[in-house]
């Protein structure tokens, strides 16, 4: 099974402030990755697919770049409604898909 | 527009079964694959079983094997996810989630306590 080490598990930042989050695999999955926004009581969202391609709708603020084992989630500039959990889903080696632990991204 | 609607959830006691359904609108449901994902309370996503187009090939979390079954019925664009022998750390918000887990449901709440 391909392991997804996310990492931070949660972080403190301000409005305005850019933010990076990473998702390292544990074998390479070429680009097969998602991104995905939860906030509380909410199904997720994808924000990013096949890495770095952005999702109809999501503002450009929000970035995915990667491929092999390492990818990262930036957001440029966090806003009031960025505040929730990330997660990252590899669907390259399946079955199981498997998601990163998340990143919460709180308010400093 | 894409809807993925879940519903069957409720408390049940531990050994206990359930059947989640997904209703699905908005795009050719027979022509895509979907999954179910959990979520533990305060805990992070768990996928846990994959269902092709056609229903040929079914695919289970090593978590749930033997105990659940997914299966679908086309011609009502229905997901189902049969939850029997059901434990305490089966408790979770159950979603629905299409083929490429671009869409997703609201989600259904499933609790296992005595």
């Known amino acids: 099974d391909i392991q997804m080490t996310q990492s931070p598990s949660s972080l403190s930042a301000s409005v305005g402030d850019r933010v990076t989050i990473t998702c390292r695999a544990s074998?390479?999955?070429?680009?097969?990755l998602g991104w995905y926004q939860q906030k509380p009581g909410k199904a997720p969202k994808r924000l990013i697919y096949a890495a770095s391609s952005l999702q109809s709708g999501v503002p450009s603020r929000f970035s995915g770049s990667g491929s092999g084992t390492e990818f990262t989630l930036t957001i440029s500039s966090l806003q009031p409604e960025d505040f929730a959990t990330y997660y990252c889903?590899?669907?390259?080696?399946?079955?199981?898909?498997?998601f990163g632990q998340g990143t919460k991204v709180e308010i400093k | 527009q894409v809807q993925l609607v879940e519903s069957g959830g409720g408390v049940v006691q531990p050994g206990g079964s359930l059947r989640l359904s997904c209703a699905a609108s908005g795009f050719t449901f027979s022509s895509y694959g979907m999954h179910w994902v959990r979520q533990a309370p305060g805990k992070g996503l768990e996928w846990v079983a994959f269902?092709?187009?056609?229903?040929?090939?079914?695919y289970y979390a090593d978590s749930v094997k033997g105990r659940f079954t997914i299966s679908r019925d086309n011609s009502k664009n229905t997901l189902y996810l049969q939850m029997n022998s059901l434990r305490a750390e089966d408790t979770a918000v159950y979603y629905c989630?299409?083929?490429?887990?671009?869409?997703w449901g609201q989600g259904t709440l499933v609790t296992v306590s005595s």
């Open positions: 269902i092709r187009y056609d229903g040929s090939n079914k």
């Open positions: 989630a299409k083929e490429d887990f671009d869409y």
């Open positions: 889903l590899q669907h390259n080696s399946y079955p199981p898909w498997t």
């Open positions: 074998q390479g999955i070429r680009n097969d």
